[in-house]
C-alpha cells in the first residue's frame, strides 16, 4: 500500500514563541524602538505577524521584561543583554518552544 503525506500546514507562532523571539530581536538589535518600528522590524526578522506585536509587547512590559519608556510624545522599548533581568532568566531554547503543541489564538 502506497503512504500519502501530506505537508504539515504552516501553523503560527504561540504567544510563548512570540515572547521568546520578540527578545531576542530587542537583545540581538542591541537598540531601542519605537512601536511602530518594532510593527515593522518584526514581522521581517522574527516572523511575528504585524497586528499581534503591540499585544506581545505590551505582555512583556507587564512582565517587567522589556524596559519602556515615554520620552517626549513617543514610547520607547527596549531589552539589552546586561540587564539583570535577562541574566538572572536567560531565553528559553525556541526548540523547546516549538515541541509544545500549543497555539496562538488572534480572535
Not at 518594532?38 to 499581534?52: D, H, N
Not at 527596549?78 to 518552544?97: I, N
Request: hydrophobic letters at 40%; glycine letters at 4%.
Amino acid at each position: 500500500a502506497e503512504i500519502w503525506t501530506r505537508a504539515m500546514p504552516k501553523r503560527g507562532l504561540s504567544a510563548d514563541e512570540k515572547c521568546v523571539k520578540m527578545k531576542e530581536l530587542l537583545i540581538e538589535s542591541k537598540d531601542v524602538f519605537t512601536l511602530k518600528q518594532l510593527e515593522s522590524q518584526a514581522p521581517k526578522q522574527k516572523g511575528i505577524v504585524a497586528q499581534s506585536v503591540k499585544e506581545v509587547v505590551q505582555s512583556l512590559v507587564d512582565d517587567g521584561i522589556i524596559k519602556s519608556e515615554k520620552i517626549g510624545t513617543s514610547v520607547y522599548f527596549w531589552l539589552f543583554a546586561s540587564d539583570d533581568r535577562v541574566a538572572v532568566h536567560p531565553l528559553p531554547s525556541v526548540l523547546h518552544l516549538l515541541e509544545k503543541e500549543e497555539t496562538y489564538n488572534c480572535g
